[in-house]
């Protein structure tokens, strides 16, 4: 069973940066295209970043494109997220999930995390 295990958010003033992560087990990580979503309260889950098995095909919102970066590490079976210059806005629970994100017609069919927060306030 796949077990997807997110980390590194936290509280941070606007324009800061944090870098989160997910750590991945039970199934082939690099056959699979990953995704980053979030949720803020009250809200659907969105699509932040994908990114293609390779790494070659990426994908943003585009409420993020120019902050975020999505990669991956085949070897070691993590995906990462480095968000920038960070909003308000983005205050959410982000979650990794197996898949690009274009694979499902509803996002909460795609296998995810436990989620880990991000707080943006000053």
């Known amino acids: 069973e796949a077990q997807l295990v997110e980390s590194g958010g936290g509280l941070v003033q606007p324009g800061g940066s944090l870098n989160l992560s997910c750590v991945t087990s039970?199934?082939?990580?690099?056959?699979?295209?990953l995704t980053w979503l979030r949720q803020a309260p009250g809200q659907g889950l969105e699509a932040v970043s994908s990114?293609?098995?390779?790494?070659?095909?990426?994908y943003y919102a585009d409420s993020v494109k120019g902050r975020f970066i999505i990669s991956r590490d085949n070897a070691k079976k993590t995906l990462y997220l480095q968000l920038n210059s960070l909003k308000i806005e983005d205050t959410a629970m982000y979650y990794c999930?197996?898949?690009?994100?274009?694979?499902?017609?509803?996002?909460?069919?795609?296998?995810r995390g436990q989620g880990t927060q991000v707080t943006v306030s000053s």
């Open positions: 990114i293609g098995q390779l790494g070659t095909r990426t």
């Open positions: 999930a197996k898949g690009f994100f274009d694979v499902v017609g509803d996002l909460a069919l795609l296998r």
């Open positions: 039970g199934f082939s990580f690099k056959n699979y295209g």
